[in-house]
């Protein structure tokens, strides 16, 4: 074993504006996270990711960077950070802040230089096409109301590029001087005793700078024209060697490329690049007519074998990208809510790989249930909207869709407990609670001893005294199981049998194992399965004689 705290930590994802509201203006802030940080030290998590709370106008909620080296007023102060770095420190947990490196905001200093004039000194911190060559060569934007990720500038005749918002214009990583702003960021931060970074959106940052043309409907799958472009490694491994060699801190990449060389390249030891990359092919297979169980397997079980025997990935099925866990990939009603987030959570827990897990979802918070497209929040969310009204799309099919997917299902504030605003703040909440807070809360969950809250600690605890869940060879079962999923975990003489129910039907596994001398290590039933006859959405850990 090649052991590695990073490899051996659980990740515990903090969205802050959404977390604990402090002073009462309905927006999370840092002095509420320090407020409840006990509570994140009693899920026996090793490392916080904490989402963006450096300076930002807030056009896609802390992802568009004013300051790299401030932080944001909603959020509090730097005196704030630095007592909450303390307070993370005191109590043995690691924090990994957001590195968002491929586009600053556009008001941003270095962007407000770059647009003043063709000549300025930061001019080539940014991709600029001057329109006097034409319009530029089609690009996709994500967020952008037309998808169009070049937008016209008046001040100097020209177009910049942002492959987000038109608030967010990408960063030229082509240019030595950007580069080397970026790493004294890194520095900055690293230098406070911070333990890590995670590089939003970085695959996409190395651009073919003379923008050729891509061919009509690259849209489709445009991260095969984006992801991992040019010379994208080349300042990865400058990047280590200017900063992150030079720290004890873990780093992992938003997005793995699109082929598993690709994944390697950023991620095994000998490249001197990143620690791990976090793939995005198993997260997106949730749908709102349901998904395959064989497709999902398929899909973790061919990326597990990638990097079986080198590099490492993490494990996730949510972040503060995506609607609830238990929304998408389990069962969101009253009758299996619970014990379907317990599976779900099993199944991230007894993976190869470090498992990044969303706040909230050891709740099993669900999704909002949002009915109106004033509900929502999210930049990306609300110019679809008005891309479709602007189309003549079906606006009722696309609100019931957002429903399913959108990201702000994801962003509600979290459910501490039964009072107004379920606890999170005393003011007006800067999105909506979810109805459901007085039933799925906290403070109801930690008096309940089989609560999905306390049996996430119990399978952190259970996934932090074996080695063999973190480490162990993992081999799938049963594979064309159109409703279970079968696999061993086994390391240094000891075998573990992990099965899980995807369905709300009683479902069995055909693993071929003998059952009659295992024992349970742990199930979300109270008396679990002892034959492989799993009820609905049970999950059950066996230890193999």
Do not use: C
Request: aromatic fraction near 14%; proline fraction near 3%; glycine fraction near 6%.
């Amino acid at each position: 074993m090649d052991r590695k705290w990073w490899k051996e930590a659980v990740v515990y994802q903090v969205y802050p504006r959404s977390f604990k509201d402090n002073d009462g203006d309905g927006v999370g802030d840092l002095k509420g996270i320090i407020s409840k940080l006990d509570y994140i030290k009693s899920l026996g998590i090793d490392v916080v990711w904490l989402n963006p709370i450096y300076s930002s106008p807030n056009d896609d909620n802390g992802y568009d960077v004013s300051d790299y080296r401030n932080i944001m007023k909603d959020f509090g102060t730097m005196e704030d950070f630095d007592a909450l770095l303390k307070g993370m420190h005191t109590r043995g947990i690691k924090l990994v802040m957001d590195l968002v490196a491929n586009h600053s905001s556009d008001e941003h200093e270095w962007f407000k230089q770059s647009r003043s004039s063709r000549n300025n000194p930061y001019r080539e911190y940014y991709h600029w096409w001057n329109a006097e060559k034409g319009k530029p060569p089609y690009r996709y934007s994500l967020f952008d109301v037309n998808h169009d990720a070049w937008r016209y500038d008046s001040l100097t005749n020209a177009y910049y590029l942002h492959y987000f918002s038109r608030k967010q214009p990408d960063l030229n990583w082509e240019n030595p001087k950007l580069r080397n702003e970026v790493y004294g960021i890194m520095k900055f931060w690293a230098d406070k005793g911070i333990d890590g970074f995670r590089l939003d959106a970085f695959q996409f940052a190395a651009k073919d700078t003379t923008f050729p043309a891509f061919p009509k409907g690259f849209e489709k799958n445009f991260t095969q024209y984006y992801g991992v472009q040019g010379n994208l490694h080349g300042y990865l491994q400058e990047m280590n060697r200017e900063v992150l060699s030079k720290y004890n801190v873990m780093s992992v990449a938003e997005g793995a490329g699109n082929t598993f060389e690709d994944g390697h390249n950023l991620v095994d030891a000998d490249r001197n690049e990143l620690n791990m990359a976090y793939a995005f092919e198993g997260v997106d297979i949730a749908k709102p007519e349901g998904y395959s169980v064989i497709h999902l397997k398929q899909v973790f079980t061919k990326w597990d074998s990638a990097f079986a025997a080198k590099g490492w990935l993490s494990i996730f099925l949510a972040n503060h990208d995506q609607a609830r866990l238990v929304s998408r990939f389990g069962n969101d009603s009253p009758e299996f809510r619970a014990v379907s987030s317990k599976m779900l959570t099993t199944f991230l827990m007894t993976m190869r790989g470090t498992p990044y897990y969303y706040n909230g979802d050891e709740l099993g918070m669900t999704n909002a249930g949002f009915s109106t497209i004033d509900d929502y929040r999210d930049v990306q969310t609300l110019n679809e909207y008005q891309r479709q009204k602007n189309i003549g799309a079906d606006l009722p099919a696309y609100l019931k869709r957002i429903a399913f997917e959108s990201r702000d299902n994801g962003r509600t504030p979290f459910q501490w407990n039964s009072t107004a605003h379920a606890g999170f703040t005393t003011g007006t909440p800067w999105i909506k609670v979810n109805p459901n807070y007085k039933s799925i809360n906290a403070a109801a969950q930690e008096k309940d001893a089989n609560s999905t809250l306390n049996y996430f600690r119990r399978i952190v605890k259970l996934r932090k005294d074996n080695l063999i869940l973190v480490y162990g060879k993992y081999t799938l079962l049963d594979a064309q199981n159109p409703d279970t999923y079968a696999y061993t975990r086994e390391l240094n003489g000891r075998k573990l049998l992990v099965l899980l129910n995807f369905t709300g039907k009683a479902a069995s596994a055909q693993t071929g194992l003998d059952l009659s001398n295992a024992t349970v290590l742990i199930g979300n039933y109270q008396k679990s399965s002892k034959n492989g006859a799993l009820m609905p959405y049970e999950a059950v850990v066996y230890e193999l004689k």
